[in-house]
């Protein structure tokens, strides 16, 4: 069986590997075709195209996009973008400029918690220093000591409710799988078992993306109990939606392993089905 994996991050955004080396642990733990994901920033796709081709494996172009729908935050992978395509790479560069602000919020609310330095900390560990997000404080909490891993620092910081969030609007919708389009890609729904959606918002958002021309939905994913894949298998087909699957590894010992999820089940249409570039390995599934 095919070994894609299309949803990792690398330290371009809230990784810890550097691109090459995030490709060379995909090919080491059997990947064939890998999407290398970041949050809204595409400039970590050059040096993975580039270790992909050493290793004989296939690189998607890929970008996961933030997007404020409905009040909630939501995820919208791109793949099979053209990364240079002028729309695109703006429309991410000004999500980048907002990261900035919205990160500054969050060091101001963890201060008011009496938490002081959190700004500058989480900057610290942000290679890329246009995309600071929560995942660099929950890493910076950590290291101070504040919680004992960034399981707890999402559970007591930095979610709604919490010192360290801060509400942000986020680009739309439309922008988001429009900008994906454009570039020649295809707009994927990120996770969908994470939203805080109830089953009509769901299906609301699910119309609204398919109305935009969206077409895919992540059934296997790192963020979905295995209890949940025959849901989002289902979901998958009564919207008329292709399936994805993608660890969204972010770093070694956190969560599933890159490569190393279940096959998507029998009856879904792939997200890959017809993709060119698959010709090349053997048995395609
Ligand atoms: P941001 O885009 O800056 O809001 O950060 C979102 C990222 O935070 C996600 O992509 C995950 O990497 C991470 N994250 C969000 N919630 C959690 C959680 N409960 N546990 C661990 N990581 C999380
Ligand atoms: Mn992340
Ligand atoms: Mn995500
Ligand atoms: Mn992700």
Known sequence: MLNIDLHCHSNISDGVLPPAELVARAAANGVQVLALTDHDDVSGLASAQAAAAAAGMTLVNGVEISVTWGGQTVHIVGLRIDPAFPALAEGLHGIRLGRIERAQRMGDDLARAGIAGAYEGAYDYATNKQMVGRTHFARWLVAQGHVPDTRTAFKRFLTRGHPGYVEHEWTTLENAVGWIRASGGMAVVAHPGR?????????????????????????????????EYEKFAELARAFGLKASRGADFHAPGEGIDIGCLPPLPYYCQPVWQGWPELASHSSLS
């Open 195 to 227: 939203y805080a959606f109830n089953a009509r918002q769901l299906h609301l958002f699910l119309d609204a993306f398919r109305a935009l021309g969206g077409e895919g939905i992540e059934v296997i994913t790192g963020s979905h109990h295995p209890s």
